[in-house]
């Protein structure tokens, strides 16, 4: 069975980033895609983007083209989700969820980790 | 990359069934057969409840069961239980894309 367990809850002032970390144990990154997942307060899940194993490559959500970066440490088994350009609006809860190599769902989530924008 | 369509809200008493539709389009529900379901508690993490259409992960409720026809998926509840209030996501597959639905929330009358 994955555990996930994500970073402690993040204020920040707008115009400023944010990294999210997703610490893995029970399997190896490799052996998962790692995708993100916010909510924002009140509102629905939100599909930010993760790692395609048929293409290879992350595929991030067009809204969030350009502002957010997801990279992996293998070694530590801990993906990370940085958000930059933070706004307002991107005040929410993000979750991180793996998807493993030939399934289309998300299993497992992590905890999630409170983002608050404001100045 | 637009979000699938739910009820807002939907509600029985206890022992009914209830059904929540999903509707997207042929690039997404209607073009894979990878629409899974979530339940999410006040407070909580999303918990699957339903993938690949209709199957069911090792200890969710048969109660619980889905189906799709064209471009709509439906989440079923049978014998409404109190704990079955709650939050129910849709999400299918679109192509290395993901997609969710904007949510219904179950209330147990």
């Known amino acids: 069975q994955v555990q996930l367990v994500q970073s402690g809850a993040e204020v920040k002032k707008p115009g400023a980033s944010v990294k999210v970390s997703c610490k893995v144990s029970?399997?190896?990154?490799?052996?998962?895609?790692m995708h993100w997942v916010r909510q924002a307060p009140g509102k629905g899940l939100e599909w930010m983007g993760g790692?395609?194993?048929?293409?290879?490559?992350?595929i991030y959500a067009q809204k969030f083209q350009g502002r957010v970066t997801m990279t992996e440490d293998t070694s530590t088994d801990t993906a990370y989700m940085e958000l930059s350009s933070l706004r307002s609006e991107d005040t929410a809860v993000y979750y991180c969820?793996?998807?493993?190599?030939?399934?289309?769902?998300?299993?497992?989530w992590g905890q999630g980790t409170l983002v608050t924008v404001s100045s | 990359q637009s979000a699938l369509t739910q009820p807002r809200s939907v509600s029985g008493s206890p022992g009914q069934s209830v059904t929540i539709s999903c509707t997207g389009t042929?690039?997404?529900?209607?073009?894979?057969?990878?629409v899974s379901w979530y339940q999410q508690h006040p407070g909580k993490a999303p918990k699957l409840m339903i993938y690949?259409?209709?199957k069911r992960p090792s200890g969710v409720p048969d109660r619980f069961s889905g189906s799709k026809s064209g471009n709509t998926a439906s989440l079923t509840i049978s014998g409404l239980q109190a704990e079955d209030e709650a939050d129910y996501y849709c999400?299918?597959?679109?192509?290395?894309?993901?997609?969710f639905g904007g949510g219904t929330k179950l209330t147990v009358l």
């Open positions: 690949d259409v209709s």
């Open positions: 029970g399997y190896t990154l490799t052996e998962l895609s």
């Open positions: 790692f395609d194993p048929e293409d290879g490559e992350t």
């Open positions: 969820a793996p998807r493993w190599g030939g399934s289309y769902q998300f299993d497992y």
């Open positions: 999400c299918s597959y679109a192509g290395s894309y993901m997609v």
């Open positions: 042929s690039s997404d529900v209607g073009g894979y057969n990878y």
